[in-house]
């Protein structure tokens, strides 16, 4: 009986941060002049909340991204049921934002339900190494599709990645990204792209509240990290980061306080899978 009451006092929680705290509606800061990730700058993470006073929460909110998804914090529940995926393809264009390589959908290219809410897909953009940690180990690669739903929210879903296989949607990307190697703030049409491509192969997720990775870090911001880790190469890793030509070996943020806040590991049962799929 406890331990019910435990878990309905967590999914309480968890459910007013992601619908109470007001939704995140800042987009991400799209000049890479302002902001770096050298931990010695005068631009670099540890002064992002000082060098303007809206990017302020970098420096002083208490549900900021990314963290560290300690086996010690995570609630394990079934209940959420699967990340519902309705992707579908559209025309893409491809920009070098200086810190990152961002893929943007022009029209409607699906979308998630969580909740009952559904999130539009945005754009997609890789960080390395991954931002999100798994019981203190950070991998090669992570990426993140960024929906926004009609309201303003966003949801994020994350993909981590370490070295291995080539990740088969990245290869089809190798020859655009290569393109705009030179290019920074030029945004390139490269035709119709279908999110459906990006493999997750796991129906087991993490699921928390927390921000945007970059300037302003709105917070805010509903997570999903799917559980496996997938594979990329070297050259795949290597080609993100020299695309960007940004002097820095890496673009990840350091990881955040949690502060409390549940971070759930959704792992939905067999029963759970076939009532959603009669």
């Given at each position: ?123 997609c953009h890789w960080h390395s190494p991954s931002e999100h940690a798994v019981n203190g180990r950070r991998f090669d690669l992570e990426l993140h599709m960024v929906h926004e739903s009609p309201e303003g929210e966003i949801a994020v879903v994350g993909v981590m990645y370490k070295l291995g296989q080539p990740d088969t949607f990245l290869s089809t990307m190798m020859k655009h990204i290569e393109g705009i190697a030179d290019s ?95």
């Amino acid at each position: 009986m406890k331990l019910l009451v435990a878990r309905i006092l967590l999914c309480t929680v968890f459910l007013f941060l992601a619908h109470h705290v007001g939704p995140a509606t800042s987009e991400e800061v799209e000049d890479e002049s302002l902001f770096n990730y050298d931990a010695g700058s005068e631009r670099g993470p540890a002064r992002w909340g000082e060098i303007r006073r809206e990017w302020g929460t970098c420096r002083n909110g208490s549900m900021q991204s990314p963290i560290d998804l300690s086996s010690e914090r995570v609630q394990v529940v079934a209940h959420l049921g699967r990340l519902k995926r309705c992707y579908e393809a559209s025309n893409a264009t491809l920009k070098n934002r200086g810190h990152d390589i961002v893929l943007r959908w022009e029209g409607g290219a699906g979308s998630i339900y969580v909740n009952g809410t559904q999130y539009l897909l945005k754009q997609c953009h890789w960080h390395s190494p991954s931002e999100h940690a798994v019981n203190g180990r950070r991998f090669d690669l992570e990426l993140h599709m960024v929906h926004e739903s009609p309201e303003g929210e966003i949801a994020v879903v994350g993909v981590m990645y370490k070295l291995g296989q080539p990740d088969t949607f990245l290869s089809t990307m190798m020859k655009h990204i290569e393109g705009i190697a030179d290019s920074h703030g030029v945004e390139r049409a490269i035709g119709i792209v279908n999110p459906k491509h990006i493999k997750i192969g796991s129906r087991n997720y993490y699921r928390y509240v927390g921000s945007l990775t970059v300037p302003p870090c709105t917070q805010n911001v509903l997570w999903t990290i799917v559980q496996k880790v997938r594979t990329v190469t070297r050259e795949q890793v290597k080609l993100l980061r020299e695309a960007v030509r940004d002097d820095s070996e890496f673009n990840a943020r350091p990881l955040q306080p949690i502060n409390r806040r549940p971070v759930q590991l959704v792992s939905p049962t067999d029963s759970e899978l076939e009532s959603e799929n009669p």
